[in-house]
């Protein structure tokens, strides 16, 4: 074996040394070649330990004539750059080969880590994972995100503890069926809340909306008010029926601001994922999105309440998920929005509405040439007090369409309204196949009308329907509506895709189908019911049901 001598004039062996590596890097000791002390700094202790390897000299042309054919050319496989050929060893090669393996394989390691996280981030000891993140856009903006971690017994976020009733109670309301219709009780307001809440609400209340100049605006009491018109705002609030009705009014209008709230929750618990989603800018951020599914759409609070107890309280968007400040503001801008012309008019008619509202809830208010829902079909003189009331001894179906006379002003026959509408009551709630009906058809609403000093107007009885009667040879009805007009009650019965009928109720508790729209008038279908066209409505009738739910013989 040949022998050579370094610089430092040490024997060698006569291993055939290649730029850039010394015999260290094959296995054996030896220190660093000349090459790689001349042209390169020297790699880390660390770097070595890594197992790096070490950056090979600049690749060194050959010029053409010497090069040696492919069959002598050692690392003839190796790339050629420009035409150049490298002049170091394939171990580079090789070795880097290596390393971009293990890259490989520890980048795939990565991947698969990610993925299992993404399916079940929940480990043996934490079972139980939930994800909430929340943000609204606009002017300033702001979001949030917390994750909450624990098993059956102790949960915890960023460090603190959270109730473990408070996760149950999320698992719970996730678990109840959809709901699918706002719900005011569903949401905790009754009776005990607006009462605890008119204060507040007459505080926080402004007709002026605010401003960046003007963030405070004045309350109902700093305004120039009247004292009956503060009076009448506090006797809204606590009221439930009322107030029920500018809740469901409030999901029923088109609402936008500018402030784009979201709010996202995902639950992993025994190895299962949920989530609930809105964006919703309605009270307490409903509907929700169940699971991604937008048919699973419910108006559930319980889902915002459940939500808001697992959170602190400056997190972003949880006082919209509450009934509070947002709750109450909504609500009093509701009453501004759509009662101030009651607020006039109540005001107006002053004491004549005192006895009226002693025994019915005024949901709808106005003085007009025209009723308040629009042109009546018993409607005989201009000027009139129009209202939709309400009241506690009505079956939860029936409401009142009320039309008094108004002049002088003065509201005319309320002694009489009052006198004679329970006959009337009780006449159209003792129809027994009626009110099965009704029970069994929730989203149907009885509509009974009184106008002037009766239930069925004599401009209905005489001239409108008596009139088409007579020209459809029903003479015989027409003579009977004659006579008993005066004991009749009228009703209008709708439902909310906007169909209707008008039946007329005779003393006996026989109903006249008076007209309708549709397919169907209650449980009868077109086919069924003989009749004509006529202007107002898809179809008019002569046809009498009797008290037993029967088609009287023709």
């Known amino acids: 074996m040949s022998t050579a001598r370094n610089k430092k004039g040490t024997k060698g062996t006569g291993t055939r040394r290649f730029p850039g590596f010394s015999a260290g890097h094959h296995g054996h000791a030896g220190k660093r070649s000349p090459a790689m002390s001349h042209n390169h700094k020297p790699h880390s202790r660390k770097t070595r330990e890594r197992g790096v390897c070490p950056r090979p000299l600049v690749p060194v042309p050959l010029a053409r004539e010497n090069r040696p054919s492919s069959s002598e050319r050692p690392g003839d496989d190796l790339p ?63 979001h949030n995100a917390t994750i909450i971690t624990g098993d059956n017994s102790k949960y ?11 996760v149950q109670g999320l698992f ?54 009247s004292a009956q018109q ?69 108006f559930n609070c319980h889902i915002s309440r459940s939500i808001a107890n697992l959170l602190p309280s400056k997190f972003t968007n949880r ?14 801008a509701e009453f501004e929005a759509r009662r101030q012309h009651m607020w006039d008019t109540e005001e107006t008619l002053g004491p004549d509405l005192a006895p009226i509202r002693a025994r019915f809830t005024v949901v709808d208010s106005e003085v007009s040439c025209l009723p308040y829902f629009g042109e009546s079909i018993d409607g005989d003189n201009c000027l009139t007090w129009n209202a939709k009331l309400t009241a ?10 009320v039309s008094l006379t108004y002049s002088n002003g003065r509201l005319n026959a309320v002694d009489q309204f009052l006198a004679r509408i329970e006959d009337y009551v009780a006449l159209v709630g003792s129809i027994p196949w009626l009110a099965e009906f009704m029970n069994r058809h929730p989203d149907q609403e009885v509509e009974l009308r009184y106008s002037r000093e009766r239930s069925l107007a004599r401009k209905a009885a005489l001239s409108d329907l008596g009139k088409e009667l007579r020209d459809h040879q029903k003479n015989e009805i027409a003579d009977r509506l004659t006579r008993e ?70």
Not at 214 to 224: G, I, Q
Not at 247 to 256: A, L, N, V
Not at 319 to 332: H, S
């Open 392 to 401: 506690q001894n009505l079956p939860g179906y029936m409401h009142l369409n």
């Open 80 to 142: 050629s750059v420009r035409g150049q050929v490298y002049s170091h060893d394939r171990s580079y090669a090789m070795c880097r080969m290596v390393h971009v393996i293990l890259d490989l394989r520890e980048k795939a390691r990565s991947v698969l880590l990610l993925l299992l996280l993404s399916v079940s981030p929940t480990s043996g000891a934490d079972r139980v994972r939930i994800e909430v993140r929340s943000s609204w856009m606009g002017f300033g903006g702001s």
């Open 230 to 298: 503060i009076s009448l705002f506090r006797s809204h609030f606590t009221d439930v029926a009322y107030v029920r009705q500018a809740f469901e009014h409030e999901f029923k209008e088109g609402r936008h601001f500018d402030d784009y709230p979201e709010m996202s929750v995902e639950v992993w618990r025994d190895g299962k994922k949920e989530s609930a989603h809105s964006n919703s800018q309605h009270l307490f951020m409903l509907p929700w999105i169940v699971d991604g599914n937008a048919t699973r759409a419910t």
């Open 319 to 332: 006082e919209r998920l509450l009934p509070g400040l947002d709750f109450r503001r909504t609500i009093t």
């Open 156 to 166: 915890s976020a960023n460090g603190h503890p959270v109730a473990k009733e408070a």
């Open 172 to 225: 719970s309301a996730l678990d109840e069926p959809p709901v699918e219709n706002p719900s005011l009780e569903n949401c905790g307001i009754d009776a005990h809340w607006l009462n605890a809440n008119l204060e507040l609400a007459q505080r926080d209340f402004s007709p002026t909306p605010s401003t960046l100049l003007n963030r405070t605006p004045p309350s109902l009491a700093e305004l120039d008010t």
């Open 485 to 554: 007009s005066d004991k009749c009650a009228l009703l209008q019965i709708g439902d909310p895709a906007g169909r209707s009928s008008t039946w007329v109720v005779f003393p006996n508790r026989e109903m006249l189908l008076w007209q309708f729209d549709g397919d169907s008038a209650l449980k009868w279908k077109k086919n069924q019911l003989d009749g004509w066209g006529c202007p107002v409505l898809t179809r008019c009738t002569g046809i009498v049901i009797q008290p037993n739910g029967t088609l009287a013989p023709p």
